[in-house]
């Protein structure tokens, strides 16, 4: 399906990626392209809404000239995504039971052309209907068509659905107006009314359409379309929306459809989202439209599109978070080691030349030992205290405990003792008794 458009499409960015974004030269391309747009159905006012947007994204661009073509299908893709999204959607299906709910039934109106497989779709959405555990009735509403109650009438037997109809020439809306009755009696939930087909140039005929919409007042009302007849489609579909309004469109025949056009263009033109297309001859050949899928089979799957972005706008990606990665470790990992390494051993390096047992015997040292069992002092801070501490001892007499009293004569004789075993004792700078000095 859509051939002829995914080639105008791709001969536009090919176009595109072998000239310079000056605006002549874009003006050029832009008018190939919608030659190519018009042989693909394509409506005019879609066309001019494809090139200002192109136009506007290109003209000026800093993109590099080997990604223009990336690009400009890019643009073409967010344009039509655009139009999709801002058309809406329906779901069918979550309004009928929300109206079930309420306890009325759900109306849809069917209306187009004759030829255009109208009353076949009609029997196509009774199937999904019934599918989806939704009973349905069906109003032969096209009483001017030679075999089209017949026709209807067979289907409805085919499927095991109910059809209300009366004798052509009925009034339609009478019929229509049967058909709702018959519903609430019965309490259906969905009812789906088969109108004429009539041209778009009948006034009366469009007329009779409106009358029909008024007298049963349908939820929902449906334009039936032929995906090959083109332009003609498009023309239908803004003709039967300036009367009626409807609310979406079903395309049929879109299996045989190469260029695809109509859809973009009865979204474009009446603002209504198409919600389903035809793609066969069966009853379950009624798919629903899927706004990815098809811009995936004109312009390639969805993670192409996404690669194309990355690739254009790598530079721009990679420069950001560099200056960030490289930055923030760097303080860290510099400055956390640095008062580890250079602070803590500095100090515990530091040790004192002096010896704090200077002037003391050794013999002092071991008694005030032996007598108040203190042990070894295992840093500088404990020797200097326990230096203070036998000086203190011996200027005290030399107690044999803390608490005897001061005997002065014994002080002196034993200091004087202690003077001469000082003087006798040559200085020691090595660090044994207490770890400090020498026996």
């Not at 009302?221 to 803004?238: H, I, M, P, W, Y």
Request: charged fraction near 35%.
């Amino acid at each position: 399906m859509f051939e002829k458009l995914r080639n105008a499409f791709s001969v536009a960015a090919k176009s595109f990626g072998e000239k310079e974004l000056k605006e002549k030269d874009v003006d050029e391309v832009l008018f190939e392209l919608e030659i190519a747009l018009l042989e693909s159905d394509v409506a005019t006012e879609v066309i001019d809404s494809l090139k200002d947007d192109l136009k506007n994204q290109l003209i000026g661009s800093t993109v590099n000239k080997d990604k223009i073509a990336e690009v400009v299908k890019q643009e073409l893709r967010k344009s039509i995504s655009n139009m999709f999204d801002d058309a809406g959607q329906v779901d069918i299906l979550s309004n009928i039971q929300k109206k079930k709910e309420t306890g009325e039934p759900y109306i849809i109106s069917f209306m187009g052309i004759n030829g255009t497989g109208k009353t076949t779709t009609i029997a196509k959405v009774a199937n999904l209907l019934r599918e989806n555990k939704y009973s349905v009735v069906i109003a032969a509403a096209d009483t001017y068509r030679a075999g089209a109650i017949e026709q209807i009438s067979e289907h409805g037997k085919r499927l095991n659905v109910k059809v209300i109809a009366q004798n052509y020439g009925s009034d339609p809306a009478a019929v229509s107006r049967d058909a709702v009755l018959y519903a609430k009696a019965h309490k259906i939930d969905c009812i789906l009314i088969d109108t004429a087909g009539r041209m778009q140039t009948s006034k009366n005929l469009m007329d009779q359409i409106s009358k029909i919409n008024k007298v049963v007042n349908p939820d929902l009302k449906l334009f039936v379309g032929d995906s090959l007849a083109g332009n003609d489609t498009v023309s239908q579909a803004r003709e039967f929306h300036n009367y009626t309004k409807f609310d979406g469109a079903i395309l049929t025949k879109s299996d045989a459809d190469a260029r695809g056009g109509a859809a973009i263009s009865i979204v474009k033109v009446t603002s209504s989202p198409i919600l389903y297309l035809g793609v066969g001859q069966e009853y379950k050949d009624l798919k629903s439209f899927d706004k990815d899928v098809f811009l995936a089979s004109i312009f390639g799957p969805q993670e192409a599109v996404e690669d194309v972005k990355k690739k254009v706008t790598e530079p721009k990606v990679e420069l950001k978070p560099e200056p960030k990665v490289e930055l923030k470790p760097e303080p860290k990992v510099e400055l956390k080691p640095e008062p580890k390494v250079e602070l803590k051993p500095e100090p515990a390096q530091e040790i004192s030349d002096e010896d704090p047992f200077a002037g003391v015997s050794t013999k002092d040292i071991e008694k005030y030992s032996d007598i108040f069992d203190v042990p070894p002092p295992e840093n500088d801070s404990q020797a200097r205290k326990l230096a203070s501490d036998i000086r203190k001892w011996i200027s005290a007499g030399r107690p044999k405990t803390k608490d005897e009293p001061k005997s002065e004569p014994k002080s002196e004789l034993k200091t004087e003792e202690e003077e001469i075993e000082s003087k006798d004792e040559k200085p020691i700078k090595k660090r044994s008794l207490f770890g400090w000095r020498k026996k």
